[in-house]
């Protein structure tokens, strides 16, 4: 069975740091591109990261670009979201995704597994 779980999430001021966790069992996310995405209250799922190993590639909206960064350790089996300068905007629960085909895209329907999600809070 395929699970992602992620952590890592809370309330945090506006400025400050969190780094988010996605860790897999039953695939292996080296041959996935993992996606990060968002969901705040009333909006649309929106993606804020991707991370393809076979491109070699990253990717990131104007709206998060410089704060946010994702990485990957092959050995944990877990790719990572440290996120900074963290503003209220950035509030949502936060989802990771991963996708068969090794290629980021920041459309939520290419991915065809899902983690249930953990909330990030950033107050003013």
């Known amino acids: 069975e395929v699970q992602l779980v992620e952590s890592g999430g809370g309330l945090v001021q506006a400025g400050g740091s969190l780094k988010l966790s996605c860790t897999a069992s039953?695939?292996?996310?080296?041959?996935?591109?993992i996606g990060w995405f968002r969901q705040a209250p009333g909006k649309e799922r929106e993606g804020v990261s991707c991370i393809s190993s076979s491109e070699g590639t990253t990717y990131y909206p104007d709206s998060v670009k410089g704060r946010f960064t994702i990485s990957s350790d092959n050995a944990k089996n877990t790719v990572y979201l440290q996120m900074n300068s963290l503003k209220p905007a950035d509030t949502a629960v936060y989802y990771c995704?991963?996708?068969?085909?090794?290629?980021?895209?920041?459309?939520?329907?290419?991915?065809?597994?899902w983690g249930r999600g953990t909330q990030v809070t950033v107050s003013s």
């Open positions: 995704a991963a996708r068969l085909e090794d290629l980021c895209s920041s459309w939520s329907t290419y991915y065809e597994y």
């Open positions: 039953g695939l292996t996310l080296a041959d996935y591109a």
